[in-house]
């Protein structure tokens, strides 16, 4: 399908760059004249994704972060997220609201339900050892300006 | 991230201001316990009024606070969230343990 507008981008995966990523991601879509609502659904989406990355892909490691936003025909939004950590073994059980290995963090188990409340389309792929990489997919609405 | 601290009619009043994510939590969990374990306040309201963003950390963060103030005796109120904060709270099923108002 034709592609828009482009941006990718990497960062290494510390806990600082999450504000970061969000921004970047921000800044780029605004050009699609999101509503304060959508906007804000796409950034706790990109939020979540770029913190399961560092939390969980890299535990108590560092490595890249890849994420590739698209603008695409009827004002859809698609966000690719991308780790070279340690994979998932068990999506099905990884996306359970509430199942988290790292409850000694705080972590609430929940960044697959936001993803997947806040955005129209989710997808996750992943290989032990190899990575993870998350897509996600959202319409933005046909408003006034 | 912004953290102050009142205290208004036995309530202790935490002002937080700025954005909550995995590594903001970070610091605002340590400054939160600490507080919790030297006052022992009988009800902490955190003040979310000045929260511009949030995902599923803050939810964690609530958690845990909760649980603490549980062990301590005291309880747990978050105030004043907007419309957006509301949204990720509701999708937790937070408002079943902790007060929102």
Known sequence: MEILNEIKFSMPSLSVNESAARAAVSSFIIQADPTVEELADIRTAVSEAVTNCIVHGYRNTQGKIEITVRLMPNREIYIKVKDNGCG????????????????????????????ESFMDRLSVTSKVGRGTTVTMRKRLSIHGS | MKIKIKSENGTAI?????????HTAKNLR?????????????????????????DSSGIGLIIGRYKLLKECGGQLEIHSPQPYIRRVLKLSGIERIVKII
């Not at chain 1, 996306?95 to 409850?103: I, K, Q, R, Y």
């Not at chain 2, 935490?14 to 995995?22: A, R, T, Y």
């Not at chain 2, 316990?33 to 022992?40: A, E, G, L, P, R």
């Open chain 1, 88 to 115: 998932i073994p068990d999506i099905k059980q990884a996306m359970e609201p509430l199942f988290t290995t790292a409850p000694e963090e705080e972590r609430s188990g929940l960044g697959f339900s936001v993803m």
């Open chain 2, 14 to 22: 935490v002002v937080l201001s700025g954005e909550i994510d995995h």
């Open chain 2, 30 to 54: 340590s400054e939160l316990d600490k507080f919790v374990i030297t006052m022992q306040p009988e009800v902490l309201a955190i003040d979310f009024s000045n929260i511009t963003f949030m």
